[in-house]
């Protein structure tokens, strides 16, 4: 086993060395950028994302914008009337001076030593922030995650043992109208009904605690966050149980009709042995596969909308504002922690397999 983390620890170099490589070769070709957004700026003519991709080509990132060459006003969108020395401060301050392939090379080098630089337009490194957006998304991929799990998981085994029920068709039924139902659409509804929108002011709208949480005492610190995070919670788990919920269901079918439950109940074990005892372990192998995808999925991007709704600004609203405003560091930061962590659940998901049977080997597999 130590020999294949080995590996798989070894192969997340070049898997993030291809992530970041692609997306800067996209960002080269990208229209707009961060001057051009200053320059908008300064002419009164700022536009938001969507008129930045409509118009224009070559933004500060495309091939030609490091200074070299060519009428510097004439690379910018808006920027003839301006002094051209300006236009090269500006190019000098973001480091568009240099190549792109020395931009890349000291990203890199950068970024093993988890230096990633300056948000451009806050006053604030880009580790700083995102730390400071985590607890939000933290809070969120978590605690969904987990009463998801918690939910589906019993409920799908016992689907499983009384499949064709009515118990089975009836929660079928729900978990299939609560996947179809948008999340962001549930949490209207629940704004409406609980938050003071027509009926009920019963949660709070906004914000992750109360102003005044770090004056309470800490059951009532508890107590406060929980109450806070019960609509955003509600409104993302609402879509989760279904996928999780039937996958269980028909996992345990599978181990329940196989040859080795029937041997088990002939030698006279109860269904709750077969069940727990053997059947179990695997048939959630399964499970365990999808948990990375699930947490990685409500831990970034998923809580984007629901971060919006509510008011809470963690790392999916970060990441989006990112993109919006051409924020390089923060978008290129947030995509190498977001993939190399989403490469070592990965990696926590296989040896977990492992522990629920030990009967697999990933020694004798190839990487």
Not at 83 to 100: M, N, S, V, Y
Not at 124 to 129: A, H, Y
Not at 202 to 216: A, E, K, Q, T, Y
Request: hydrophobic share 50%; glycine share 10%; charged share 15%.
């Amino acid at each position: 086993m130590g020999a294949y983390v080995i590996r798989r620890l070894l192969l997340m170099v070049p898997t993030l060395l291809g992530i970041l490589l692609v997306t800067f070769i996209i960002i080269q070709f990208a229209p707009g950028g961060p001057i051009e957004r200053i320059i908008s700026q300064l002419q009164g003519t700022d536009v938001a994302a969507t008129a930045r991709i409509g118009g224009g080509t070559g933004g500060d990132f495309a091939p030609g914008a490091s200074g070299e060459g060519g009428d510097v006003q004439s690379r910018y969108r808006g920027a003839q009337g301006l002094d051209p020395e300006f236009i090269l401060e500006l190019e000098r301050q973001f480091g568009f001076d240099r190549p792109a392939h020395e931009r890349f090379g000291l990203m890199l080098w950068n970024y093993l030593r988890f230096d990633f630089g300056e948000s451009y337009y806050r006053d604030i490194s880009v580790i700083d922030l995102i730390i400071e957006k985590m607890p939000v998304s933290i809070s969120l991929g978590l605690w969904m995650t987990l009463i998801a799990y918690m939910i589906s998981i019993p409920l799908g085994i016992r689907k499983a043992v009384r499949d064709g029920s009515k118990f089975d068709t009836w929660t079928s039924g729900v978990v299939i109208i609560g996947y179809a139902i948008p999340g962001f659409l549930f949490a209207i509804l629940l704004i409406v009904l609980f938050a003071g929108g027509s009926f009920w002011q019963i949660f709070p709208l906004r914000g992750l605690v109360s102003d005044n949480w770090h004056m309470l005492p800490w059951y009532q610190k508890i107590l406060d966050y929980f109450w806070h995070l019960t609509l955003p919670i509600i409104s993302m788990a609402i879509g989760a149980f279904a996928t999780t919920t039937l996958l269980t269901k028909n996992s345990f079918l599978d181990e329940i009709r196989k040859q080795y439950v029937m041997t088990a109940r002939m030698k006279g074990l109860n269904e709750r042995q077969v069940l727990y005892g053997h059947v179990f372990r695997n048939a959630m192998l399964i499970i365990v596969a999808g948990f990375p995808g699930a947490f990685i999925g409500a831990f970034f991007t998923g809580a984007l909308l629901i971060e919006t709704i509510f008011s809470l600004d963690g790392l999916g609203l970060l990441s989006f504002e990112s993109i919006v405003n051409r924020d390089y560091p923060v978008v290129f930061a947030t995509l190498y922690i977001f993939s190399l962590m989403g490469l070592i659940v990965n990696l926590i998901s296989d040896l977990t397999y492992t522990w629920i049977d030990p009967r697999i080997d990933f020694e004798t597999r190839e990487v």
